[in-house]
């Protein structure tokens, strides 16, 4: 009796061990085609907000014909959506730690979806920077949460995380400009791009309630079987300090560039609306190479990486506003820039932000950089325009992309690369 009792025994462990695995395999390929599919999601809805972020400069020369404002106006309304972002970064951090970050994620594309729509009925200067600020802040929202996933999700390759996230600003800086000329073409008015990029928003808020699942947007790093070690134990250490100055020069540059050159190819070069849309469109395909970019990042010295980008991003400035003006030059140089601006520089900042802190400080981490970025970048577009009315577009730029881009690259040579975290795998 005994020896029956041993065989079925047997038979039950060979039929568990005949079904299990591929019961198993087949869970964790479903698993997989879930975040596969969430994190399409993610991207994509990063995509609509860059389509968003780059809209309103195309159509400001339209937007200023109209309401009769002047350059540093412009310049402002161009960019001051990031003051909201910066008003925004820091408690979005705080705001994770009490909330799910898909819901961060939903209500931040909520706020810039519906201020961009509102924009359209502005009466004047003061409602309309009212508006444009309003949609910084659900864009920091949106942004600050994606970073913490990403960086958390891929937490072996926290770069080339963020790099992966930022295939989807390459997109929506591709699409937005050459769609968004194409709307104020076809219809005649500005108003038509801002309604129809609003609309797009509100069903990407409608896709993430049901494709993503908390088990990515939530996850911490463990899922991953990685475990980090360093870091700071607090945002108040050397590399924090420096990361946050270059980010506020970054964003100085940045914005400069992403507020005010498509007023520059409109107003200095007389560039078509299309022939400027398709210009911007080449900087976001530039930035394509941010997963390539990330794992230069997470591979080889942070300091090294951040202070060659800045010194290619100086000498890529100087030829954009003082050399050829040509369509093809100008695309090329934009193309280039943006590998360098958004595909390297902000890939490697936001991941080294990350890295700097223990991993319990992610979430703030991310705030700090957006804040100090879009902080920057809220008086960028102000800045330019008012040096170009002074002085010209060609100091303008000299000063506010060339020269600060030689100081970042000076900067970024203090960080000590050997004090930030480390993943290894997990036993």
Known sequence: MAAKTVSAGQGRKTMDQMTTPSGAAAARATDNAIAIAAIAVLIVSYAVNAMDRTLFPLMLTDVRREYGFSLPQGGLL??????????????????????????????????????????VIATGFADMLLYRTITGIGEAMQLTALLAVFSSYFSRNRAAGVGLLNYAYAGGAAIGPWLGARLLVGYGSWRAPMIAFGLVGFAMMI??????????????????????????????????????????????????YLGMYPTFLREHLHFAPSDAGRVMSFYGLGVLVSLFTGWLGDRFSTRLVLALSFLVASGVAALLFNGPVDFAT??????????????????????????????????????????????????????????????????????????????????????????????????
């Open 207 to 256: 896709l993430i309630a049901a494709v993503v699942r908390p088990h990515l947007s939530e996850t911490r790093g463990g899922e991953n079987q990685t475990i980090a070690s360093g870091g700071a134990a607090s945002l108040n250490n050397h590399n924090t300090i420096v990361l946050a100055i270059l980010s506020v020069l970054f964003g100085l540059a940045l914005y400069g």
């Open 330 to 427: 100008q695309g090329a140089l934009s193309f280039v820039l943006g590998a360098t601006f958004s595909g390297t520089i902000f890939v490697n900042l936001a991941a080294s932000h990350v890295k700097a802190v223990a991993a319990n400080l992610a979430g703030r981490a991310s705030g700090l950089f957006v804040t100090c970025v879009y902080g920057s970048a809220t008086v960028a577009g102000y800045l330019i325009g008012w040096i170009a009315k002074l002085s010209g577009w060609t100091i303008a730029g000299n000063l506010q992309l060339v020269a600060l881009c030689i100081v970042g690259a000076a900067v970024a040579l203090l960080l000590r690369p050997e004090r930030m975290a480390q993943s290894r795998q997990a036993a």
């Open 78 to 119: 161009s960019t001051v959506f990031t003051l909201g972002m910066t008003l925004a970064g820091i408690p979005t951090g705080y705001l994770m730690s009490r909330y799910s970050r898909k819901a961060v994620i939903q209500i931040g594309i909520l706020i810039y979806s519906a201020a961009t729509v509102i924009t």
